[in-house]
């Protein structure tokens, strides 16, 4: 398969503590995005990257979160500190950022449940 | 802000009958409205897009109108299916940044 993959498909934390996602993109795809989704909502937007460049962060994104795309392929997104407010769906998605504009390939997500 | 609106939020349909999902949007530099499938525990799908140039566009049993002037979009899902049953997301996107901008959702259920 070579969708957008997404790992750990399902956390459950405590307060407080930290947690970590990864996605793989598909591979010829050099933009990749973040999106947070809670039950019964549609997806927002939290970030995006073209290659390695982190270029635009949503306001929803506090300090607690930080996302990296070290060398223009897989992303980590981080929650420190995480609070009972954090339980959501995060979805990645990717795209290849010409051609057809907002086609966006989403994954499964990472289903983070705080305790 | 929500910069865009869907309504209803769910319906219910019989199978053969037709589904009509819409939605509205605020801001004019949006050129790009695509509309998404997400089924439980999976991600959304592209479904169908459309540019604001085109007034209406056709794939299979499903259609897009789009009214630019009225800033409005809708979807229509022909000769419903059970296996359409899933949540349907409108969105728009401005060309430069591809970031989608989605509505809230439409849950809907076909009723064999």
């Known amino acids: 398969d070579t969708g957008v993959s997404q790992n750990p498909r399902h956390k459950i934390t405590k307060r407080g503590q930290n947690v970590t996602f990864r996605c793989d993109p598909i591979?010829?795809?050099?933009?990749l995005y973040w999106y947070r989704q809670t039950l019964g909502q549609g997806p927002e937007f939290l970030t995006y990257f073209q290659n390695e460049a982190q270029l635009e962060k949503s306001r929803l994104l506090s300090d607690r979160f930080s996302a990296e795309r070290p060398k223009g392929s897989f992303s980590t997104l981080e929650i420190q500190r995480t609070e009972q407010g954090d339980s959501a769906m995060y979805l990645c998605a990717s795209s290849l950022g010409t051609g057809r504009p907002g086609e966006l390939f989403f994954g499964e997500g990472s289903r983070l449940t705080v305790l | 802000q929500q910069q865009v609106k869907q309504s209803p939020q769910s319906l219910i349909v019989q199978k053969g009958g037709i589904s009509i999902i819409n939605c509205a949007y605020e801001n004019t530099a949006f050129d790009y409205f695509p509309w998404y499938q997400q089924f439980p525990g999976k991600g959304p799908a592209l479904l169908i897009a459309?540019?604001?140039?085109?007034s209406e566009k056709k794939e299979g049993r499903f259609t897009i109108s789009f009214n630019k002037s009225a800033k409005q979009f809708s979807l229509h899902i022909m000769d419903s299916q059970p296996g359409d049953s899933a949540t349907y997301f409108c969105?728009?996107?401005?060309?430069?940044?591809?970031?989608?901008?989605f509505g809230g959702g439409t849950r809907v259920l076909v009723k064999p």
């Open positions: 591979s010829e795809h050099n933009r």
């Open positions: 459309i540019r604001p140039d085109v």
């Open positions: 969105a728009a996107s401005k060309a430069a940044g591809n970031k989608l901008t």
